[in-house]
Every structure is written in C-alpha cells, then in structure tokens.
C-alpha cells in the first residue's frame, strides 16, 4: 500500500483521506473564526486580491474546489451575476454544508457538490475559471488534481491556487514560533482542538514551495504560471493559464 504524508507523519494514503476528514469535521463550525484569529484577519486581504486577479466578468463560470464555508463562492457570484455559474464544492460534508447553509441564509442559491478534486464530475473545458484557496495542501495527490482542474477548464481559462508558501527566509523563525507555539493554542482556546491545528502548520511545511508549484502546474499542462508571493511569502497565489 502506497503512503504519503499527514503533517509530518507518514501514513497509508487511504487513511490520510479519513484524517483529514477528522480535521476539517472538527472545525467547520469554527472555521471562520479561527482563519480571523491565525491569520489576524489578513486571509480576507489575501481573498480579496485573488478576487481582484480572478478579475471575472458578467456570465462566466466558476468552479470554487474547497470551497468549505463559500466566501470566496459568494464573491465569484457577485461578480459573474444572475447569466453566469459559480460552483461551490469540497471533499468534506461538514465544510460543505456549512458553506451552503450560510450561503443559503444570504440568498445566494449556488450549485452545491460534494466531490473530490482528483477526480472531477464536469465535461472537459467547463469553466472559466478554477480556483482552489487553502485547499490544495491537504489533497494526496496534488498533481492528479491540478490535471483535473486544467481538463475541466476552457482554453485560455485559469486556474487560481491561492495557499499558505514559503515565507522569506528573515521570517522563517519567528513564523515557525507562531506556528507550532501559538496556533495549536488558540486551536485549543477557541475551537478545543489543539491536534488540527498543529496539523494544519505541519501540512504547510510539507506543501510545495512556490518554484515547486509552478512546475507542477507547468507538468498539469497550464502553459504559462505567475506566482504573486503575498505577505513576504506566507501565502502565494499561483495563476495558470490553460493553453
């Protein structure tokens, strides 16, 4: 049986998909607050210039992977309007739900659909635009999934991947203290779950650094790749263009 990583543990690759299940279970309801609380609300700076890049237009059609608890499938529908399509979906039932309840609870009635980014239910050249934010680092099969997300794309579509990177090397030590001192504490604090918390800083550790993303995305088949180093590196947004 073939093995991978969770956090800084190896594991079989089948029991990674249940983990990960496990941490994302248990902090759906909280998952907002918590981005607010780790990030001191800059994830919502760093959604916004995504946004700004994704620079979407009336009747386009989005496809938001991860798309937990919708606040990036809510801005992308704003944007695209009443003729065009935003679909809001994640691996994980209890992200998902809580994503369309809130969107639900606003209005906003988005196609829903529980999938796995490696293996997409949408015909070839579907989309506009893809975008996957904090979610590609939990995936197993990173490049099984970029493959995806560039077949279901039209040609001259885009592909947004907007995670946690590499942070400046002057940062590093200082960002490694915050990350495995303090995060699993407010983990603990304010959701009573220090465990996914000190996962979710391993799995950015064990992500791939922004030169390795871009040749991944390259390898995928995206023809040309930007990458926007946001906040000294902490989080980066790749941009791929399908050929």
């Given at each position: 049986?073939?093995?991978?990583?969770?956090?800084?543990?190896?594991?079989?690759?089948?029991?990674?998909?249940?983990?990960?299940?496990?941490?994302?279970?248990?902090?759906?309801?909280?998952?907002?607050?918590?981005?607010?609380?780790?990030?001191?609300?800059?994830?919502?700076?760093?959604?916004?210039?995504?946004?700004?890049?994704?620079?979407?237009?009336?009747?386009?059609?989005?496809?938001?992977?991860a798309g937990g608890t919708g606040d990036m499938a809510r801005a992308f529908a704003r944007k695209v309007g009443p003729?065009?399509?935003?679909?809001?979906?994640?691996?994980?039932?209890?992200?998902?739900?809580?994503?369309?309840?809130?969107?639900?609870?606003?209005?906003?009635?988005?196609?829903?659909?529980?999938?796995?980014?490696?293996?997409?239910?949408?015909?070839?050249?579907?989309?506009?635009?893809v975008c996957v934010a904090f979610g590609l680092r939990n995936m197993t099969h990173k490049d099984r999934a970029l493959?995806?997300?560039?077949?279901?794309?039209?040609?001259?579509?885009?592909?947004?991947?907007?995670?946690?990177?590499?942070?400046?090397?002057?940062?590093?030590?200082?960002?490694?203290?915050?990350?495995?001192?303090?995060?699993?504490?407010?983990?603990?604090?304010?959701?009573?779950?220090?465990?996914?918390?000190?996962?979710?800083?391993?799995?950015?550790?064990?992500?791939?650094?922004?030169?390795?993303?871009k040749a991944m995305m390259k390898t995928a088949g995206f023809g040309h790749v930007d990458v926007h180093n946001l906040?000294?590196?902490?989080?980066?947004?790749?941009?791929?263009?399908?050929?």
């Amino acid at each position: 049986m073939s093995s991978t990583h969770f956090g800084f543990e190896t594991v079989d690759e089948q029991d990674k998909a249940r983990r990960v299940r496990g941490v994302f279970d248990s902090v759906a309801s909280r998952y907002d607050l918590m981005n607010d609380l780790m990030s001191m609300g800059m994830h919502r700076a760093w959604k916004a210039y995504t946004l700004a890049v994704a620079n979407l237009k009336p009747g386009q059609r989005v496809l938001d992977i991860a798309g937990g608890t919708g606040d990036m499938a809510r801005a992308f529908a704003r944007k695209v309007g009443p003729t065009g399509m935003v679909v809001h979906t994640d691996i994980n039932e209890a992200m998902l739900s809580t994503g369309r309840d809130r969107l639900l609870d606003e209005g906003l009635v988005l196609p829903t659909n529980l999938c796995d980014a490696e293996a997409l239910p949408y015909k070839d050249g579907s989309f506009d635009l893809v975008c996957v934010a904090f979610g590609l680092r939990n995936m197993t099969h990173k490049d099984r999934a970029l493959a995806e997300m560039q077949r279901v794309l039209k040609p001259g579509g885009r592909l947004l991947v907007l995670e946690f990177s590499r942070v400046a090397e002057p940062l590093k030590k200082p960002y490694d203290w915050y990350s495995f001192n303090i995060l699993p504490k407010l983990g603990q604090l304010f959701a009573g779950d220090a465990d996914s918390y000190r996962y979710l800083a391993e799995s950015i550790r064990m992500h791939p650094s922004q030169p390795e993303l871009k040749a991944m995305m390259k390898t995928a088949g995206f023809g040309h790749v930007d990458v926007h180093n946001l906040s000294a590196g902490i989080v980066a947004l790749h941009v791929g263009i399908r050929c």
